[in-house]
């Protein structure tokens, strides 16, 4: 299994949206066995927080719950426990290769190699957020499932 995790800012927009699509498709694909997916914040500012509403609005249509889920920044454990680790955006991945001196720096990714995904809380654009997260899965899929071939191969 797979293990991934996505990071941003606060955890209530772009990584739970990510989360939840990635939980979606693979469920659709029948893959639910091959991955877990999770999502993490690198600050402290909303933990305990729900995820925000225009973010749920987001995902309503898509049969995407999100209700329960809370802010959780990351931690060292994370780390250890995720195969990959990826950030939504440069300030985030600065971030997370500074964790931990960058003992961790082959685990983390930025989920679009030369672009941002722009916080939807800051521009107040979650139908952008939401189209650059779904237009790069299956790129993702296929680099999680090579990852699956080359952990049997060991």
């Known amino acids: 299994m797979i293990k991934v995790l996505f990071v941003c800012l606060g ?27 999770e999502s993490r914040a690198i600050s402290k ?23 329960t889920k ?3 920044a990351i931690s060292e454990l994370d780390f250890l426990d995720y195969d990959f680790i990826i950030g939504m955006d440069k300030k985030n991945i600065d971030f997370l290769k500074q964790f931990d001196d960058g003992a961790f720096r082959n685990k983390i990714h930025m989920y679009n190699k030369f672009k941002d995904v722009k916080d939807p809380y800051v521009t107040g654009n979650f139908e952008e957020t939401y189209q650059r997260i779904t237009k790069s899965m299956d790129k993702w899929i296929k680099k999680f499932e ?3 071939k080359e952990k049997q191969v060991e």
């Open 146 to 148: 090579k990852t699956i």
């Open 70 to 72: 809370r802010s959780k």
């Open 45 to 67: 500012w909303e933990e305990g927080r729900p995820v925000h509403p225009k973010t749920l609005e987001k995902l309503t249509p898509h049969q995407i719950d999100l209700t």
């Open 11 to 37: 955890n209530i927009c772009r990584s739970p949206m990510a989360e939840g699509v990635f939980k979606a498709y693979v469920k659709e694909k029948g893959l639910e066995d091959k991955f877990h997916f």
